[in-house]
C-alpha cells in the first residue's frame, strides 16, 4: 500500500500563546544523505519548553516549527547514499526541533544518519527517547573534556538527580570514577541505586561538602548540571589543578577561585552540532557508545511512568516545567 503523503505533526506558531497547533503536513522524503525514521517515542527536555515559550533564543527556533529535539524510532527509508541504516534498524538521537530542524513531535522525520545510532536492545523505545540530550551533554562534559576515569578519581556532579546528572552520575561510574552526588533528601535512593553517594545540598555548605568527602582537597572533577551559583560552588570545590565542567555557564561569574587553583573549566553546548553542522558524526560515535553502556547494563534513563500523546504534548512540557516529573518525560507518538 502506497504510504500517505502527510502525517501528523504538532506546529508551534508564535512564543506569545506557545501552545502546539495540531495539523496535517506533507511527509518528509528523505534526500541521499537522509534517512527518514518513523518516530515511536520523543523525549521532552527542559531545552524543549523554553524553546516553545521563546526562553531560547540560543536555540534558534525557526516559526511555525515542529519542535522535540529527542527521538526514537524506526528507519521507514534510506536515501541512497547511506550505508550505515537499513530499512527496520530500530534508531535513536538528538535530531532536530532547533535552528529549522524538524523536530520529533511528528509521526515521521528525515535526518541526518550521523545524529542517529541503533536503539540499545534492552531499552524500549520511551527508555531510548530519553538518552540522546542527556548522555550527548553527560559525555561530552565528562569523557571529551575531562577525560573521566578511574585511579581513584572523585567526581563531583551537582545536579545528580535531574536528567543531566544521573546519567552523568552513570557514566561516571562506568569508567571508574569514585562518585558523589547532589540532590535532595528525596531523591537519595535513586542515587545510591546509581552508584553515587547521594549529598543533601539543603542540609550542608559546599565548603562542607569539600571537608567530608576530600579532607579539605576538593575534587578532582566537579560536573554543574545546574548554573548560577552553584557553578560558583563548583569553582570552590574542585581541587587543585582539577577540572569543571558545566552544561549551564550564562552567566557572569568570578575566575578567581578556579584560577587561584590552576584549575580548567569546560562549557558544553550539546546544540552546537545542529546548528552549525559541525561535530554531528561524533554525536553519533558517543550515541554509539552509549548504546554499548546500556547493552552492558551500566547506563539506564529513569522514566516518568506517564504516558503523554501527540494530543497531551503540552500537558508534558507543562510536568518538565513545573517540576513534577520523576525522571524524564517522554511523549509516545505511535504504539
Known amino acids: 500500500m502506497k504510504p500517505s503523503p502527510t502525517m501528523h505533526a504538532l506546529i508551534i506558531d508564535d512564543f506569545q500563546t506557545a501552545t502546539f497547533r495540531t495539523a496535517e503536513i506533507p511527509r518528509p522524503e528523505p534526500t ?80 541526518d544518519p550521523d545524529l542517529l545510532a541503533k536503539k540499545p536492545t534492552n531499552l524500549t523505545m520511551r527508555e531510548a527517547a530519553a538518552l540522546p540530550l542527556v548522555v550527548l551533554t553527560a559525555w561530552e562534559g565528562l569523557v571529551d573534556r575531562a577525560n573521566v576515569g578511574g585511579d581513584g578519581q572523585k567526581v563531583l556532579v551537582l545536579g545528580g538527580s535531574g536528567g543531566v546528572g544521573h546519567v552523568a552520575v552513570q557514566i561516571a561510574k562506568a569508567r571508574g570514577a569514585k562518585v558523589f552526588a547532589t540532590a535532595s533528601a528525596v531523591k537519595h535512593d535513586m542515587l545510591k541505586h546509581l552508584g553515587a553517594v547521594p549529598i543533601d545540598y539543603h542540609s550542608v555548605s559546599i565548603e562542607q561538602i569539600v571537608q567530608m568527602y576530600t579532607d579539605g582537597h576538593g575534587f578532582d572533577l566537579v560536573y554543574d548540571t545546574v548554573g548560577g551559583s552553584t557553578l560558583d560552588d563548583a569553582f570552590q570545590a574542585v581541587r587543585t589543578y582539577g577540572h569543571v565542567v558545566s552544561s549551564y555557564g550564562w552567566g557572569q561569574h568570578s575566575l578567581m577561585p578556579l584560577s587561584r587553583k590552576a584549575a580548567t573549566y569546560s562549557g558544553i553546548f550539546v546544540l552546537l552540532p545542529l546548528l552549525n553542522g559541525e561535530g554531528r558524526t561524533h554525536h553519533g560515535e558517543i550515541l554509539h557508545q552509549a548504546t554499548q553502556l546500556a547493552d552492558a547494563g551500566q547506563l539506564r534513563p529513569i522514566v516518568d511512568p506517564r504516558h503523554f500523546t501527540l494530543d497531551t504534548a503540552l500537558d508534558a512540557h507543562n510536568a518538565v516545567e513545573q517540576g513534577t516529573s520523576v525522571g524524564k518525560i517522554v511523549i509516545d507518538i505511535a504504539i
Open 32 to 111: 541521499a544523505n537522509q534517512v527518514l525514521v518513523r518516530i515511536k517515542a520523543s523525549g521532552v527536555n527542559p531545552l524543549d519548553s523554553k524553546i516553545r515559550t521563546g526562553k531560547a533564543p540560543h536555540a534558534k527556533p525557526v516559526l511555525p516549527a515542529v519542535l522535540g529535539t529527542d527521538l526514537a524510532g524506526v528507519v521507514e527509508a534510506v536515501g541512497q547514499n547511506v550505508t550505515a541504516f537499513k530499512v527496520g534498524d530500530e534508531v535513536y538521537g538528538l535530531t532536530g526541533g532547533v535552528g529549522g530542524l524538524q523536530g520529533s513531535l511528528a509521526e515521521f522525520a528525515a535526518v
